[in-house]
């Protein structure tokens, strides 16, 4: 069963999607009282403004549900607010145009399924600020987009390649003990296992880099 909390500008567009939602095979809307339980904040608004804004980053502070999605359904949305909207969980954007409630409906499933769908321009943005992000702020910092630094990185990599303690340290030209530093302290920060669990973890990174690839 899927949850949902409904969140419109107008009453009438609100009464008519809560009434259609209810018809709906697999999915309840609750009440306002619990919207904090739901798996999908769905918001309806001519157009996105501040208080739009203020209404999906107070759901998501407030959510129980850690990977709670939103649909939004709008007649306009710069990229600028969008930006925001995704830091808080937007997930889907359906012009008010085209939204018919069957298309919305669709839009919640999807959203459950871990599937998104936004705007191009929106796409467009959103990688820009990705690696801007990456450029301005992590590089320069010796960090990547995981949170970890390049010697990190590189010394969790090396147990995938089937090197030891000893072999990791002639590689990188440093004693043991700051091997076994690094590597505990990264064991603590990432809640590593074990040595199986860090070679897992450095496969998991090296495919989403491209490493891989």
Known sequence: MIS???VASDRITHEGTVRHLRG???LQVLPKEQHQHADVLLVLTTDVTEETLLV???????SLRPDMGIVLVT??????????????????????QNAGYDKVVQAVRN????????????QGRLIDHVTGVQRH???????????LDARE??????????????????????SERTIKNVVGAM???LGLRNRSHAVAVAVAFALRSGALM
């Open 4 to 6: 949902i909390a409904v």
């Open 24 to 26: 709906q095979s697999g």
């Open 56 to 62: 999906m980053e107070t759901a998501a502070a407030g």
């Open 75 to 96: 007649g306009s949305l710069c990229e600028a607010h969008a930006v925001r909207a995704v830091a808080c969980g937007l997930r889907n954007v359906v012009r008010r």
């Open 111 to 122: 959203v459950v399924a871990g599937l998104a769908t936004l705007p191009v321009t929106v």
């Open 137 to 147: 702020v992590l590089h320069p910092s010796g960090l990547t987009s995981s949170g």
């Open 153 to 174: 990185v590189e010394v969790l990599r090396m147990p995938a390649d089937g090197l030891d303690t000893v072999e990791m340290a002639q590689k990188l030209n440093h």
């Open 187 to 189: 064991t603590n920060r």
